[in-house]
C-alpha cells in the first residue's frame, strides 16, 4: 500500500512538473511572439517612404543641376518629429546603400527637414544615381529606408545631341501626317538603353512594332521659338537584333491648321513638324553606341490624313502601311528626310506628369437612331477621346462627333462651343472625327493627336454599321497628377460639387491649366490663379505648375508685360490682360511655396514678378490701376475694374515684399513693402466709407475682395463682414459675384464670423449657385451661372474658373489650412466649422509630411472631432464651441475672439465638443 502511494505520489508530482513546463512554455512562447510583434509594430510604425527627386518617383532624363529629394516619414506616435537626417547618392548602389556615394555623404545633418537639394559633385548627363536616406527619430533612434531610390541625368547641354532636327517636308499646309523609319542592328548584350526625342509638335514613338510608353499629347504645350521639350523613355526591354523605329508627328499647337480667334494659325513659330532623336545604347562590355536622326531616315505618309489639336481628327484605315514601323518592312518608296533648323535654341527636359488616358467609361446609354447613327451617353462630360470598336464595309465614312449638349430632339448641339470657331470650309468639322474602314474585319479607331469637351457622341456613317453599347468607350484624359485630397460628407451636394469641380480640374491640365477642353483650351491666366488652391489640396500639381510658370517667364516682355493666355502665339497682350488675370505670376508661385514649402518657384519668378509690378506702377500714377478685365461673367452687380483690377496690384506688390524678405532681398523688401502699404492706402482712401464701413456700390465682390486680401483695416474688419453678411442675405442667401468675387465670397464669410451663411450659400441649388449646375445634372463645373436657355448655347460646361468652392470645402469645413509662417502644411491652421444644416464632413489632405485628416460629426447635441496631424510637422487648433468634454491629453486655451485654441504635437486626436 506505501509503494502504490509513492508511486501514486510520483505521478502526480510529475503531471503537476509537467503542466508547470508546458504552461511555461507556452509563457515564453507568448513573450516571444510579443516581442516579435512589438519589433515589428515598431518597425511598421516608424519607416521612411514616398522619396522623389524633383516631385517624381525615380525620374530619368533629367537637366537640373541640383535636383531636390523630398520624402515622408511614418511614426504614428504623439509627438513624433525627424531629429535628423543623412544623403548618400552615388552611381554606385551597393556603395550607396551602405551609405558610401560616391558623389555626396551628407553625414547626419540634425535638421527636421524633409525637402532638401542636392550638394554634392557636379553630375553628369546621362549617368544614373542611386541615393540612400536615413533618419533619426525623436529619440534618435536610426531609421534606414527599406529600399534605394534614383534619379537618371538627360542632356543637360544642347552640345550633347548628336542628331539632327529632321522634317518631311516644308509645306505648313500639308495635312497627311509625317512617318519616320530607320533599322539598326544590335550585335552586343545591352545593359541599358534611352531614347531622347524633342519634337516642335506632337509624337508617337514606336520600337519592333511597339508604341513605347504610356504619355498621350507629348510634348506638353511650349512658346515653341522659345523654348522645346525633349522626353527620356528607357527602351531597353524593346530592343533586339534586328531593330525598326518609327516616329510619328502630329501638328499639335506647333502648326495649327484649323482656324480660329485666337490667330494660332498665324503663330510666329509655325512650320511643319519636326523632330530630333538620339538612341543611345549601352552594352554590358561598357562601350557604348548613339543612333541619331539624320537623312537616311526615310519618311512617307500613312492613315492619318489629318490632325488638329483644336478640331479632331482624319484617318483613314485603307491607307494604312502594315508593318512600317517593323524590321524588314519594304520601305523602298518612302523618300528621305530633311535636315531642318531646331525651332528655338532652348531644348529642356519635360519633368512633369505626363498626359495620359487616365479612365475609360463605358455609355450610360445607347440611341439607335437607324442603321447609320448611333448616339451615346457616357453619363458624365469629359477631356479625352472616344475609342470605337467597328466591323464594315471597305471604304465606308464613320463621323464621330462630340459635344456637351443635346437638345430638344435629343439630336447633338455644339452650339456652346462652337462659337470662335472660324473654319474655311466644311473639310474641318469641329470635335468630329471622321474615319475610313478598311474593311479587314473589327478594326479600333482612337485619335492620337487631339482631345475634346464631351459627353455625348454621335456615329453618324455613310453605311449601314452594326454597333452595341460596349462599341464606344470615353477616354479620360489629363495631366496625370496623383490625387492628394479627398472630402466626404453627409450632404450629398457637396460630395457631388467636390467631384464635379475635380472633373473640371482635370479635364482643364493638360501640361499647362486651360479654361475648357472643347471651345478654346487656352492657358486662360486668371482662371489658374483663382482655381490655384483647389488644384493643390486635391492634386500633386507642382511639376505642371513649374512648367507653366516657366511658359510665362517665356512669354513675358521685356517691360513686363503678361499675355492673358498663355502660352500664346501672341494674343492676348492688349486685351483681357492685367493684375487681376496676370497676377498667376505671383499668386501660383506664393501657393505653391505655401502648399510645399519649396522656395524654388518663387526664385525662379523673382525678377519677373519685380518687372511685372513696376509696370503696373509705371502706368497706374496714384497706386490705383483701370488695366484688367474685371469681375468676369457677375450674376447681376458688375464691381468697377479699377476697383478689383487694384487689388490685385496690392496682392502682387505684398508676394513680392514677402518673398523679398524670405530671401533677404532688405532693399526689395522695404520698397515694395511700402507701395503695398501705398496701395491699400489708396484704395480704402477712393472706395471706403468708414461711416458706413462700405466698400463702393456694397456689392458682394466689394466687400469680399476687400476683406479676403486684406484690404481693410484691422477696426473695420467685424462690421464690412457685417455688412458683407447683410448684403448676401438681402440676396436671399445667393451669391452676386463674377469670377474674382467667385475666389473671395465664401472665404470672406466664413472667416469673419459668418460660417454659417457661407454653408448657406454654398450649398444653394437655384440660381445663381454652384448647387444649381449640379440640379441640372453638372458632373463638370460651368462658365455661367445662368442655366436657362438664354445662357444655354453660349457657355462651356466645363470650366474650372469657378472652382475656389473645391478649396472652400477644406479650409471651412475641415479647417485645413498651411501656415505662411511655418509653410509646407510644416504648421497646420486648424479652424474647421461645424456649420448648421451639416452633420457630418471629413476632409484629408495628402501633404509633404503625410496625410492630415479633419473628421467631425454631430451627435446627441455633441460633437466629435478627429485630427490627424502627420510626423514631423504641428498644428495649431482653433474650435468654436461652449465646451470641450473630452480633451485628450491638451491643453486648451482662449483666444481673443474667445474660441478654444491649443497646440498639437503630430499624432491623432479625438475631442468632444458642445456647440
Given at each position: 500500500?506505501?509503494?502504490?502511494?509513492?508511486?501514486?505520489?510520483?505521478?502526480?508530482?510529475?503531471?503537476?512538473?509537467?503542466?508547470?513546463?508546458?504552461?511555461?512554455?507556452?509563457?515564453?512562447?507568448?513573450?516571444?511572439?510579443?516581442?516579435?510583434?512589438?519589433?515589428?509594430?515598431?518597425n511598421d510604425l516608424l519607416r521612411v517612404y514616398d522619396l522623389k527627386s524633383e516631385y517624381l518617383a525615380n525620374p530619368i532624363g533629367l537637366d537640373v543641376?541640383?535636383?531636390?529629394?523630398?520624402?515622408?516619414?511614418?511614426?504614428?506616435?504623439?509627438?513624433?518629429?525627424?531629429?535628423?537626417?543623412?544623403?548618400?547618392?552615388?552611381?554606385?548602389?551597393?556603395?550607396?546603400?551602405?551609405?558610401?556615394?560616391?558623389?555626396?555623404?551628407?553625414?547626419?545633418?540634425?535638421?527636421?527637414?524633409?525637402?532638401?537639394?542636392?550638394?554634392?559633385?557636379?553630375?553628369?548627363?546621362?549617368?544614373?544615381?542611386?541615393?540612400?536616406?536615413?533618419?533619426?527619430?525623436?529619440?534618435?533612434?536610426?531609421?534606414?529606408?527599406?529600399?534605394?531610390?534614383?534619379?537618371?541625368?538627360?542632356?543637360?547641354?544642347?552640345?550633347?545631341?548628336?542628331?539632327?532636327?529632321?522634317?518631311?517636308?516644308?509645306?505648313?499646309?500639308?495635312?497627311?501626317?509625317?512617318?519616320?523609319?530607320?533599322?539598326?542592328?544590335?550585335?552586343?548584350?545591352?545593359?541599358?538603353?534611352?531614347?531622347?526625342?524633342?519634337?516642335?509638335?506632337?509624337?508617337?514613338?514606336?520600337?519592333?512594332?511597339?508604341?513605347?510608353?504610356?504619355?498621350?499629347?507629348?510634348?506638353?504645350?511650349?512658346?515653341?521659338?522659345?523654348?522645346?521639350?525633349?522626353?527620356?523613355?528607357?527602351?531597353?526591354?524593346?530592343?533586339?537584333?534586328?531593330?525598326?523605329?518609327?516616329?510619328?508627328?502630329?501638328?499639335?499647337?506647333?502648326?495649327?491648321?484649323?482656324?480660329?480667334?485666337?490667330?494660332?494659325?498665324?503663330?510666329?513659330?509655325?512650320?511643319?513638324?519636326?523632330?530630333?532623336?538620339?538612341?543611345?545604347?549601352?552594352?554590358?562590355?561598357?562601350?557604348?553606341?548613339?543612333?541619331?536622326?539624320?537623312?537616311?531616315?526615310?519618311?512617307?505618309?500613312?492613315?492619318?490624313?489629318?490632325?488638329?489639336?483644336?478640331?479632331?481628327?482624319?484617318?483613314?484605315?485603307?491607307?494604312?502601311?502594315?508593318?512600317?514601323?517593323?524590321?524588314?518592312?519594304?520601305?523602298?518608296?518612302?523618300?528621305?528626310?530633311?535636315?531642318?533648323?531646331?525651332?528655338?535654341?532652348?531644348?529642356?527636359?519635360?519633368?512633369?506628369?505626363?498626359?495620359?488616358?487616365?479612365?475609360?467609361?463605358?455609355?450610360?446609354?445607347?440611341?439607335?437612331?437607324?442603321?447609320?447613327?448611333?448616339?451615346?451617353?457616357?453619363?458624365?462630360?469629359?477631356?479625352?477621346?472616344?475609342?470605337?470598336?467597328?466591323?464594315?464595309?471597305?471604304?465606308?465614312?464613320?463621323?464621330?462627333?462630340?459635344?456637351?449638349?443635346?437638345?430638344?430632339?435629343?439630336?447633338?448641339?455644339?452650339?456652346?462651343?462652337?462659337?470662335?470657331?472660324?473654319?474655311?470650309?466644311?473639310?474641318?468639322?469641329?470635335?468630329?472625327?471622321?474615319?475610313?474602314?478598311?474593311?479587314?474585319?473589327?478594326?479600333?479607331?482612337?485619335?492620337?493627336?487631339?482631345?475634346?469637351?464631351?459627353?455625348?457622341?454621335?456615329?453618324?456613317?455613310?453605311?449601314?454599321?452594326?454597333?452595341?453599347?460596349?462599341?464606344?468607350?470615353?477616354?479620360?484624359?489629363?495631366?496625370?497628377?496623383?490625387?492628394?485630397?479627398?472630402?466626404?460628407?453627409?450632404?450629398?451636394?457637396?460630395?457631388?460639387?467636390?467631384?464635379?469641380?475635380?472633373?473640371?480640374?482635370?479635364?482643364?491640365?493638360?501640361?499647362?491649366?486651360?479654361?475648357?477642353?472643347?471651345?478654346?483650351?487656352?492657358?486662360?491666366?486668371?482662371?489658374?490663379?483663382?482655381?490655384?488652391?483647389?488644384?493643390?489640396?486635391?492634386?500633386?500639381?507642382?511639376?505642371?505648375?513649374?512648367?507653366?510658370?516657366?511658359?510665362?517667364?517665356?512669354?513675358?516682355?521685356?517691360?513686363?508685360?503678361?499675355?492673358?493666355?498663355?502660352?500664346?502665339?501672341?494674343?492676348?497682350?492688349?486685351?483681357?490682360?492685367?493684375?487681376?488675370?496676370?497676377?498667376?505670376?505671383?499668386?501660383?508661385?506664393?501657393?505653391?511655396?505655401?502648399?510645399?514649402?519649396?522656395?524654388?518657384?518663387?526664385?525662379?519668378?523673382?525678377?519677373?514678378?519685380?518687372?511685372?509690378?513696376?509696370?503696373?506702377?509705371?502706368?497706374?500714377?496714384?497706386?490705383?490701376?483701370?488695366?484688367?478685365?474685371?469681375?468676369?461673367?457677375?450674376?447681376?452687380?458688375?464691381?468697377?475694374?479699377?476697383?478689383?483690377?487694384?487689388?490685385?496690384?496690392?496682392?502682387?506688390?505684398?508676394?513680392?515684399?514677402?518673398?523679398?524678405?524670405?530671401?533677404?532681398?532688405?532693399?526689395?523688401?522695404?520698397?515694395?513693402?511700402?507701395?503695398?502699404?501705398?496701395?491699400?492706402?489708396?484704395?480704402?482712401?477712393?472706395?471706403?466709407?468708414?461711416?458706413?464701413?462700405?466698400?463702393?456700390?456694397?456689392?458682394?465682390?466689394?466687400?469680399?475682395?476687400?476683406?479676403?486680401?486684406?484690404?481693410?483695416?484691422?477696426?473695420?474688419?467685424?462690421?464690412?463682414?457685417?455688412?458683407?453678411?447683410?448684403?448676401?442675405?438681402?440676396?436671399?442667401?445667393?451669391?452676386?459675384?463674377?469670377?474674382?468675387?467667385?475666389?473671395?465670397?465664401?472665404?470672406?464669410?466664413?472667416?469673419?464670423?459668418?460660417?454659417?451663411?457661407?454653408?448657406?450659400?454654398?450649398?444653394?441649388?437655384?440660381?445663381?449657385?454652384?448647387?444649381?449646375?449640379?440640379?441640372?445634372?453638372?458632373?463638370?463645373?460651368?462658365?455661367?451661372?445662368?442655366?436657362?436657355?438664354?445662357?444655354?448655347?453660349?457657355?462651356?460646361?466645363?470650366?474650372?474658373?469657378?472652382?475656389?468652392?473645391?478649396?472652400?470645402?477644406?479650409?471651412?469645413?475641415?479647417?485645413?489650412?498651411?501656415?505662411?509662417?511655418?509653410?509646407?502644411?510644416?504648421?497646420?491652421?486648424?479652424?474647421?466649422?461645424?456649420?448648421?444644416?451639416?452633420?457630418?464632413?471629413?476632409?484629408?489632405?495628402?501633404?509633404?509630411?503625410?496625410?492630415?485628416?479633419?473628421?467631425?460629426?454631430?451627435?446627441?447635441?455633441?460633437?466629435?472631432?478627429?485630427?490627424?496631424?502627420?510626423?514631423?510637422?504641428?498644428?495649431?487648433?482653433?474650435?468654436?464651441?461652449?465646451?470641450?468634454?473630452?480633451?485628450?491629453?491638451?491643453?486648451?486655451?482662449?483666444?481673443?475672439?474667445?474660441?478654444?485654441?491649443?497646440?498639437?504635437?503630430?499624432?491623432?486626436?479625438?475631442?468632444?465638443?458642445?456647440?
Open positions: 500500500m506505501k509503494f502504490i502511494f509513492k508511486k501514486f505520489q510520483y505521478f502526480f508530482l510529475q503531471n503537476i512538473l509537467n503542466w508547470r513546463l508546458t504552461r511555461l512554455k507556452k509563457l515564453i512562447t507568448l513573450v516571444f511572439i510579443g516581442f516579435v510583434w512589438n519589433t515589428h509594430s515598431q543641376k541640383t535636383p531636390r529629394f523630398t520624402w515622408k516619414i511614418k511614426d504614428q506616435r504623439r509627438g513624433a518629429f525627424q531629429k535628423a537626417y543623412k544623403i548618400s547618392v552615388g552611381t554606385d548602389s551597393s556603395n550607396v546603400a551602405a551609405g558610401n556615394g560616391s558623389h555626396w555623404n551628407t553625414g547626419k545633418i540634425n535638421s527636421d527637414h524633409q525637402l532638401v537639394v542636392y550638394g554634392g559633385k557636379a553630375l553628369q548627363a546621362f549617368h544614373k544615381y542611386y541615393w540612400s536616406l536615413t533618419v533619426w527619430d525623436k529619440n534618435n533612434k536610426k531609421v534606414e529606408c527599406d529600399r534605394l531610390s534614383s534619379f537618371e541625368m538627360g542632356m543637360m547641354e544642347a552640345r550633347n545631341w548628336k542628331g539632327s532636327w529632321i522634317s518631311d517636308s516644308r509645306n505648313i499646309d500639308k495635312k497627311e501626317s509625317a512617318y519616320f523609319r530607320k533599322e539598326f542592328n544590335i550585335k552586343k548584350k545591352i545593359k541599358k538603353a534611352r531614347v531622347y526625342i524633342a519634337t516642335a509638335g506632337l509624337f508617337e514613338l514606336y520600337l519592333n512594332g511597339k508604341k513605347v510608353g504610356d504619355h498621350q499629347l507629348d510634348p506638353t504645350y511650349t512658346r515653341f521659338d522659345r523654348r522645346n521639350l525633349y522626353v527620356t523613355h528607357d527602351v531597353s526591354e524593346y530592343l533586339q537584333q534586328n531593330n525598326a523605329i518609327g516616329v510619328l508627328l502630329g501638328n499639335g499647337w506647333f502648326n495649327h491648321q484649323s482656324t480660329a480667334v485666337w490667330y494660332f494659325h498665324e503663330a510666329p513659330w509655325r512650320a511643319r513638324p519636326m523632330f530630333c532623336l538620339d538612341l543611345k545604347v549601352t552594352y554590358e562590355d561598357g562601350s557604348k553606341e548613339t543612333f541619331s536622326s539624320d537623312t537616311d531616315w526615310k519618311n512617307s505618309s500613312g492613315s492619318l490624313i489629318f490632325n488638329s489639336i483644336y478640331t479632331a481628327e482624319h484617318q483613314n484605315a485603307q491607307l494604312e502601311q502594315k508593318g512600317w514601323n517593323t524590321s524588314g518592312f519594304d520601305d523602298i518608296k518612302w523618300k528621305k528626310s530633311i535636315v531642318t533648323s531646331a525651332p528655338s535654341d532652348n531644348i529642356v527636359a519635360q519633368a512633369l506628369h505626363p498626359i495620359k488616358n487616365n479612365l475609360e467609361i463605358q455609355a450610360v446609354k445607347m440611341r439607335k437612331i437607324n442603321p447609320q447613327k448611333y448616339i451615346y451617353d457616357l453619363g458624365r462630360n469629359i477631356s479625352g477621346v472616344s475609342r470605337i470598336k467597328v466591323k464594315g464595309e471597305a471604304g465606308t465614312v464613320l463621323k464621330v462627333t462630340h459635344s456637351e449638349l443635346l437638345d430638344d430632339r435629343g439630336e447633338l448641339d455644339l452650339s456652346n462651343i462652337i462659337v470662335h470657331y472660324r473654319p474655311t470650309d466644311d473639310n474641318d468639322p469641329f470635335q468630329t472625327d471622321i474615319y475610313t474602314l478598311s474593311g479587314e474585319g473589327a478594326e479600333t479607331f482612337v485619335p492620337k493627336f487631339n482631345y475634346k469637351g464631351f459627353q455625348y457622341i454621335e456615329v453618324l456613317s455613310d453605311k449601314p454599321i452594326e454597333l452595341t453599347e460596349q462599341s464606344v468607350t470615353g477616354i479620360f484624359m489629363h495631366s496625370a497628377v496623383p490625387p492628394v485630397g479627398k472630402v466626404n460628407s453627409s450632404n450629398p451636394l457637396i460630395n457631388k460639387l467636390w467631384s464635379a469641380t475635380n472633373n473640371a480640374y482635370l479635364s482643364n491640365l493638360f501640361g499647362y491649366p486651360t479654361d475648357c477642353p472643347q471651345r478654346e483650351k487656352n492657358g486662360w491666366t486668371g482662371d489658374a490663379h483663382i482655381a490655384i488652391e483647389t488644384g493643390l489640396y486635391n492634386f500633386d500639381g507642382i511639376t505642371v505648375y513649374e512648367k507653366w510658370l516657366a511658359d510665362h517667364r517665356d512669354e513675358q516682355q521685356s517691360n513686363g508685360v503678361l499675355p492673358a493666355i498663355i502660352p500664346s502665339s501672341g494674343w492676348g497682350y492688349q486685351w483681357a490682360n492685367g493684375p487681376d488675370w496676370t497676377s498667376s505670376l505671383a499668386i501660383i508661385p506664393w501657393n505653391i511655396y505655401q502648399f510645399y514649402g519649396d522656395q524654388k518657384l518663387l526664385a525662379d519668378c523673382y525678377d519677373n514678378i519685380k518687372r511685372y509690378v513696376d509696370h503696373i506702377t509705371e502706368i497706374s500714377p496714384g497706386y490705383i490701376t483701370n488695366w484688367g478685365l474685371g469681375d468676369w461673367v457677375p450674376v447681376k452687380s458688375k464691381t468697377p475694374k479699377q476697383f478689383t483690377s487694384s487689388i490685385y496690384y496690392y496682392v502682387d506688390a505684398k508676394i513680392l515684399a514677402n518673398t523679398a524678405k524670405l530671401f533677404g532681398e532688405e532693399d526689395d523688401y522695404q520698397k515694395y513693402s511700402e507701395l503695398a502699404a501705398n496701395i491699400k492706402k489708396e484704395i480704402n482712401s477712393r472706395f471706403f466709407d468708414p461711416k458706413t464701413a462700405i466698400y463702393g456700390s456694397g456689392f458682394q465682390t466689394e466687400l469680399s475682395t476687400a476683406l479676403f486680401w486684406g484690404i481693410v483695416p484691422e477696426e473695420y474688419v467685424e462690421k464690412v463682414a457685417n455688412n458683407l453678411a447683410k448684403k448676401v442675405i438681402l440676396d436671399n442667401s445667393h451669391i452676386d459675384v463674377g469670377l474674382l468675387g467667385s475666389k473671395a465670397i465664401l472665404n470672406a464669410l466664413s472667416e469673419n464670423g459668418h460660417p454659417d451663411l457661407a454653408y448657406k450659400v454654398a450649398t444653394q441649388d437655384d440660381f445663381p449657385s454652384w448647387g444649381a449646375w449640379v440640379k441640372e445634372g453638372a458632373t463638370t463645373l460651368f462658365e455661367d451661372w445662368k442655366v436657362d436657355e438664354e445662357r444655354k448655347g453660349a457657355m462651356s460646361r466645363n470650366h474650372i474658373m469657378f472652382g475656389e468652392i473645391g478649396a472652400w470645402f477644406y479650409k471651412a469645413l475641415g479647417g485645413i489650412k498651411p501656415d505662411p509662417e511655418r509653410p509646407g502644411f510644416k504648421n497646420i491652421l486648424s479652424e474647421p466649422h461645424f456649420v448648421t444644416g451639416l452633420e457630418k464632413f471629413e476632409a484629408q489632405h495628402n501633404g509633404p509630411y503625410g496625410k492630415i485628416l479633419s473628421s467631425w460629426k454631430k451627435d446627441n447635441g455633441k460633437i466629435f472631432f478627429d485630427i490627424i496631424v502627420p510626423p514631423n510637422s504641428s498644428a495649431t487648433l482653433v474650435i468654436n464651441g461652449k465646451e470641450i468634454n473630452e480633451k485628450d491629453g491638451v491643453k486648451f486655451s482662449k483666444n481673443k475672439k474667445g474660441a478654444f485654441q491649443a497646440k498639437l504635437l503630430s499624432g491623432k486626436y479625438h475631442f468632444e465638443i458642445i456647440r
